[in-house]
């Protein structure tokens, strides 16, 4: 999102977790870099009517960078929700390219594949059925270890990072 929107991505971390609240032509950028207009960006969501329901068809694209990782947000707009839940593929050997940490707690669980997590300095191999559970501010990594299979993550985070 850094690349895409040409700000930092320490800033954008103070944004995602209210540290800061951005300016307009920086809320303009975020909103360009997803696609969006600064209306849809800034609209708060409802529970009410169809927003209960996001069809396969529906689901916003959120990153398909230069390691082949697509992440799918599974639900309507974020405004106000606690949860963040994606629909996460990974490609054959590809993966967060490194390791990070932020603000929070993220559960997954493997629908097909390996998963190879790295929480500090351990790896742990999770495989289909299997599911983990982390404070988001240890540092962390993923990647796919297969050659030539993807893998597929049920992805929760809290706070909502995208």
Known sequence: MAEKSGLTAAYLSQVETGRTTPSI??????????GLSLVELLAEDDDRGDSIVQRRQERRLLLSGRSGVVKEL??????????????????????????YDHAGE????????????????KVYRIRKGDSFYLKSTRRHGFRNPNRKS???VLWVITPPSF
């Open 25 to 34: 032509a920086s809320a303009k950028r975020i909103a360009a870099a997803y």
């Open 74 to 99: 599974l639900v309507h707009r974020q405004g106000g929700k606690l949860l963040e839940p994606l629909y996460v593929v990974i490609p054959p050997r590809k993966g967060s390219d490194g390791q």
């Open 106 to 121: 993220e559960f997954g669980f493997v629908l097909s594949g390996t998963l190879e997590l790295s929480v500090e300095d």
């Open 150 to 152: 993807r893998t597929i």
